[in-house]
Each structure stands twice: as C-alpha cells, then as structure tokens.
C-alpha cells in the first residue's frame, strides 16, 4: 500500500510502503505521479558516513518507462545532498504480454529495445564505495558490472566487469564466472552516467 508523507510546493514524497517514510530526508522528493519503491543505505563515497538512494518509478508503468535511482550523500552535519539521480541502470519496463516474441509492438524503437532484451536483470546492487548492475547478454551468460566512487572524478566509475555462464535449473541460483574479467583505471573506467546496456547486447 503506498503512504503519502509529504506534498507540498517545493517536494512531493510518496512511498510504497509505510516502513520507508521513516528513511526519507526532506529533499528525497519524486514527480508527482511517481513514488519511491526502495530506500537503500550505504557509504556509496567511503566518507564514513552513510549516503541513501531512493529507487522509483510511475505508480502507472507503460511500456519503455525507466526506473530511477537517485543517490544522496551525507553532508557532516548530518543533512542529505542530492548527488546524482540515474535512468539507466535497469532495463526499461515491459508488461509480461509485450515480453513475449510474438508481440510486436506499435513503437518501432521500443520494439527494437525489447527484442534485444534477452531476458530481464535484475536492479542494482548498492553497497560500501559503490554499487553493481547486472543483465543477461545472451541466452547463455550474463554480465556483473562494478562501479566505484572516484574522488578525483567525483562520479561512480567502471572498475571491473565479469561474464558468467547462466545458471542451468530452472530456479534462480548463481552460475559460473568465467576467467575474462576486465578491470579498469580510474582515469579508463566509464562514468555510470556514460554506462549504455544497449551497448553490451548482442
């Protein structure tokens, strides 16, 4: 059931679920027709403090909508900074009809999208100094991407990216790294801004 904790002018706030209105800080606020569906907590820049991320969507999702992500850092005196908010570390969504191959969609350029979704990953993984995104290439394997925060470059980085062979049962378990990691400086890496899952698709 979504909560209503503050509308006003200047920050619209709606959660899907009451235990969430405690984590929100008052500038955590979304577009109205939209609410925020995950509060994570971590210390995303290695300050010591811990920052938060809001992740929310439309309350009334159409296909090609993103899910955002939107990171605040924890300022000394204990208030909130918004630092960056993300579009593009999910797959956009599309109802369970749409993701079957025979539909063939109005929008040629979401049909073209969803046609190079092989299947659908999974949100980001936040944790300390950075966080993780991860989506199948193929039928056969799917793709682990590291992003850290770099002070010098004051944005969340690429360090590392690992392929695995996709788990062999039918329900979900881990499956097999494989030996091909690539790791990055922190001058090579890519922003997560710059990051483009189309790009890494067959």
């Known amino acids: 059931m979504c909560a209503l904790a503050q509308m006003d002018d200047n920050c619209y706030q709606k959660t899907q679920s009451k235990s969430d ?13 939209y609410y925020i569906v995950d509060i994570y907590e971590e210390d995303l820049n290695g300050d010591g403090r811990v920052d938060k991320v809001t992740e929310w969507f439309k309350e009334k999702l159409s296909n090609g909508d993103t ?7 924890q300022e000394r005196d204990s208030t909130f ?5 993300y579009n593009n570390l999910a ?5 369970l009809q749409s993701q079957s191959s025979d539909v063939i969609l109005e929008d040629s350029l979401l049909n073209e999208i969803k046609f190079r979704y092989q299947y659908y990953g999974g949100l980001p993984l936040f944790y300390d100094r950075g966080f993780s995104v991860e989506f199948y290439t193929d039928a056969a394997g799917y ?20 392929d695995w062979l996709a ?9 097999e790294q494989l030996e091909n990691e690539i790791t990055y400086t922190e ?16």
């Open 167 to 175: 788990p062999r049962t039918a329900t979900w378990t881990e499956g």
């Open 187 to 202: 001058e090579e890496g890519i922003s997560a801004k710059e990051f483009n899952i189309l790009e890494y698709l067959e």
């Open 91 to 95: 797959q956009l969504y599309f109802d």
């Open 143 to 162: 793709k682990k991407l590291f992003f850290e925060f770099s002070n010098e470059r004051k944005a969340f980085i690429l360090r590392k990216e690992q």
């Open 21 to 33: 209105i405690k984590k929100l800080e008052p500038v955590m606020c979304v577009p109205k027709g």
């Open 67 to 73: 899910t955002f992500h939107s990171i605040y850092f």
């Open 81 to 85: 900074r918004h630092f960056a908010t």
